[in-house]
């Protein structure tokens, strides 16, 4: 099946820096999704990319879908105590009813 | 809305009990999944389904099962539970008939289940 190698697995960082994080597959997604799971709670969409080369901003967050349709890429800029939470990148194929393939996830702590 | 609700948040099962955990929605959507979260892991697909009366096996569909009799439900069922089942269970949705296809699944809060 397909699979998605997210890294880096954890992150520590001291607030005010900035975050990368990205992830790769041997499959071509036609959607990239960037979601953050807060402890106890279900993952929330964060940024939604449909277009290769696509690059989209929410607020401190920035993301790209990669040229090859096989990886994207999630910055935080300027990072606050409350960017603390599990990232996770997922794709989508287009002909999978919207069945969408998470990577394993990256913890960020962030040191006030 | 009350969104995606999901039933119970917690519980713990010998081995060999069976339960169902409960998944409702009030977004119309058509599209509902399960997903299994282990410590340190990605969500791994159950189950999903594209609209009531229709479900098909995900990624690790063994040792549960699935029905579809309404838009807003889609419970989750666990015949002869195994500890090799203890996780975090999450059922989403996705898509409303009209309002297009984002791509956006919208998640419950879990359930945590311990077989021990």
């Known amino acids: 099946g397909q699979q998605l190698n997210q890294s880096p697995q954890s992150m520590f960082i001291q607030e005010g820096e900035d975050v990368s994080m990205n992830c790769t597959s041997s499959?071509?997604?036609?959607?990239w999704l960037w979601y953050k799971q807060d402890p106890g709670e279900g993952p929330v969409l964060l940024i939604a990319?449909?277009?290769?080369?696509e690059l989209t901003s929410n607020g401190r967050l920035t993301a790209q879908f990669g040229i090859t349709r096989k990886d994207s890429f999630l910055n935080i800029s300027a990072s606050i105590p409350s960017d603390v939470g599990i990232y996770f990148c997922?794709?989508?194929?287009?002909?999978?009813?919207?069945?969408?393939?998470f990577g394993d996830g990256t913890t960020l702590t962030v040191k006030p | 809305n009350a969104g995606v609700t999901q039933t119970p948040k917690f519980r713990i099962l010998k081995i060999g009990q069976s339960m169902t955990l409960q998944c409702t929605q009030d977004?119309?959507?058509?599209?509902m999944y399960w997903y299994r979260q282990d410590p340190g892991m990605g969500l791994k697909l159950i189950y999903y389904?594209?609209?009531?009366?229709?479900?098909d096996k995900g990624e690790v569909p063994n040792g549960y099962n699935v029905s579809r009799s309404t838009t807003e439900d889609f419970p989750l069922r666990l015949e002869l539970a195994a500890p090799s089942q203890t996780s975090v269970y999450f059922c989403?949705?996705?898509?409303?008939?009209?309002?297009?296809?984002?791509?956006?699944?919208?998640f419950g809060e879990g359930s945590r289940l311990t077989v021990l």
């Open positions: 989403a949705s996705s898509y409303s008939p009209g309002g297009g296809d984002t791509g956006e699944l919208f």
């Open positions: 499959s071509i997604f036609n959607t």
């Open positions: 990319l449909y277009k290769a080369g």
């Open positions: 997922a794709g989508q194929a287009n002909t999978n009813a919207g069945k969408s393939t």
């Open positions: 977004m119309n959507h058509n599209y």
């Open positions: 389904s594209v609209g009531a009366g229709i479900t």
